[in-house]
């Protein structure tokens, strides 16, 4: 099947597209901002920080109504399993990532820059890798075996590092503006979380326009974060492609950055239809103003074979069907395409053993608009793929399509992020382990699409080895994501914030893939190459976030420690896991 449009999913609008365009009340917004950015320039550190301590606390007493609006949207209870996933991917990555920020604006204020933990390693290719997980004793306890890295462009010394760290905060009237924030429809916390590294991290006051499809949550957000919206630095504005359009044109926005699809940062840019296809292959845009953004990605999870138990293929199975069914799929950072060995001796049981752990998990509402039309046509593609639980009403199954042909390189599987319930898995042959290693590294990055985020999956004696170890830091260093994971899902660079989220740069314009720029990043890194995280290959407990193991109990009291850290509560945090 030839794919001709290859990329994230197109944008569909929700069933609030149609809030009307109120030029008015947009420019009055703008002009506010613009007034305030300079003011906001001079706001220090110190004083940020208390802004963040005040959003922490107004956001933990708004978390409650913000979860139960977004469970009430997409199908879940709060009590339940995916009730608790929501409250933390919704509202405690955004907590942790206020706290982390905040953190570092008290390092700026005492030391002149945040203070990562370290150490700094040396990586293949002349490359620093630097330690930013974990940041604290906390997370040492919470996060046991996991580390996440940042790693620098080939010949950054430390030194060089260090002296670009904050430069908002060097020159802080050199990088004010107003930016415009297109929000994300379907993780709750992807919005506020790009509100605060425009603010925190650039120096930027900020617009952000919710997304129709979960415009719902603009109370909460105004609330939650009041403590920007009442000096002037914020401004929260709903409407669809009318109001999106409007304001990228308009001369007070400075630059964009928005989180969606590859085919909404072309209609940005280059404008749509007949035109805007002329336009991009002419490069000639029709907004030059700077844009970065977060835009989808054909997620591979890269199986290199070993000899593992039955308990290492039952946890792995656990891991990668959490991967597939957070959020119903709905999520950038859902894999799309797991690569195995086409000669390894366990494939089978590892795929079977997955699809036994995506039956025992509840199909989930559809929520997303499009999830029926982008499934049937991938269906359409592979009449045999394997459906997997309750489909009926506004659900979908869970989808594997399996021994999809690597060399059938314009399959839609390597080439459409699938944006819902669905993922796929081929396999590639080689004589060795370590020729897996490379030809798995070639084949992410030549022939599937996008370049946000990835997993490896290494058994720990297929770690020990020296030639293949070597294989494995050297494909970490070889693969162009801006995120890879190590036996941990690559999700958790995202979920930290305290390393770097974002596509691997050096994308142009005219061919932008999973976009440009990083957020999260609360080191403030001036240009970070990607971040790496790390984790045990069978944790144990298993970890909490684990579609088999979540539960409301725990992720409320996560939210709690996040929002106010404390020794004394540890033990009940580790209880409630332990007890689901």
């Known amino acids: 099947m030839t794919i001709t449009h290859r990329g994230a999913a197109a944008p569909t609008s929700g069933s609030q597209d149609q809030v009307e365009l109120n030029e008015v009340e947009l420019v009055t917004a703008l002009r506010e901002l613009h007034e305030q950015r300079e003011r906001w320039a001079n706001v220090g550190p110190r004083e940020r920080a208390d802004i963040l301590a005040r959003i922490v606390n107004d956001t933990f007493a708004v978390a409650e109504e913000w979860n139960a609006a977004a469970c009430e949207a997409k199908g879940y209870r709060p009590d339940s399993a995916e009730g ?220 290199v074979p070993g000899q593992w138990s039955a308990k290492d293929i039952a946890y792995q199975a656990a891991h990668v069907a959490t991967m597939l069914t957070n959020n119903a799929g709905f999520n950038c950072l859902t894999p799309r395409v797991i690569v195995t060995h086409a000669g390894w001796a366990q494939r089978d049981e590892f795929l079977d053993a997955l699809e036994s752990v995506l039956a025992s998990l509840p199909t989930r509402r559809a929520y997303y608009p499009g999830a029926r039309s982008r499934f049937d046509s991938f269906i359409s593609a592979h009449h045999d793929a394997h ?32 944006f819902c319930s669905l993922t796929s898995e081929t396999a590639l042959q080689a004589d060795s382990v370590v020729s897996f290693i490379e030809r798995a590294v070639n084949f992410c990055n030549e022939t599937v699409w996008g370049t946000l985020s990835m997993t490896l999956i290494v058994h720990p004696d297929t770690l020990r080895d020296a030639e293949a170890g070597a294989a494995v830091e050297q ?80 992720m409320r009291k996560l939210l709690a420690f996040e929002v106010s850290p404390s020794w004394r509560k540890v033990p009940g945090l580790l209880s409630a896991s332990l007890r689901g």
Request: proline share 6%; hydrophobic share 40%; charged share 20%.
């Open 84 to 303: 608790g996933e929501e409250l933390f991917s919704g509202v405690g990555t955004f907590v942790r990532m206020a706290q982390a920020l905040r953190t570092s604006l008290i390092d700026i204020a005492e030391k002149g820059r945040p203070q990562y933990p370290g150490p700094v390693r040396h990586k293949p290719n002349n490359r620093l890798a630097i330690q930013v997980m974990p940041a604290t004793g906390f997370d040492k306890l919470l996060y046991a075996g996991i580390t996440g890295e940042v790693w620098m462009n080939e010949g950054v010394t430390e030194a060089e590092v260090r002296a670009h760290q904050a430069s908002a905060y060097r020159e802080p009237l050199a990088h004010c503006g107003v930016s415009l924030v297109l929000g994300a429809g379907n993780v709750a916390s992807l919005g506020p979380r790009d509100v605060l590294s425009k603010l925190f991290v650039e120096g930027k006051v900020v617009l952000l326009k919710a997304n129709p499809v979960n415009d719902y949550l603009s109370n909460f957000w105004k609330r939650a974060m009041a403590a920007l919206i009442e000096p002037g630095y914020l401004r929260i504005v709903s409407g669809g492609a009318q109001v999106g359009a409007f304001l990228t044109q308009h001369p007070l926005v400075e630059d964009i950055h928005v989180t969606g699809s590859d085919k909404t940062h072309d209609a940005i840019v280059f404008g749509t239809g007949d035109e805007g296809a002329r336009r991009k292959a002419a490069n000639e845009p029709l907004i030059t103003k700077p844009i970065s953004g977060e835009l989808g990605n054909v997620s591979p999870v890269v199986i």
């Open 387 to 418: 459906q997997i639980g309750d489909a009926s009403g506004d659900k979908l199954p869970w989808t594997i399509v399996r021994d999809v042909d690597a060399n059938e390189t314009t399959d839609i599987c390597l080439n459409v992020e699938a």
């Open 475 to 554: 494909a970490i260093s070889d693969l162009r994501y801006g995120s890879i994971g190590l036996n941990l899902w690559h999700a958790m660079s995202f979920a930290f914030s305290t390393t770097a989220w974002g596509a691997y740069p050096g994308h142009v314009v005219t061919d932008i893939q999973s976009g440009s720029g990083f957020v999260g990043n609360a080191f403030m890194f001036e240009s970070p190459l990607k971040s790496v995280v790390r984790g045990p290959f069978r944790s144990n407990p298993t970890p909490a976030w684990f579609s088999t193991t979540v539960n409301a109990r725990m």
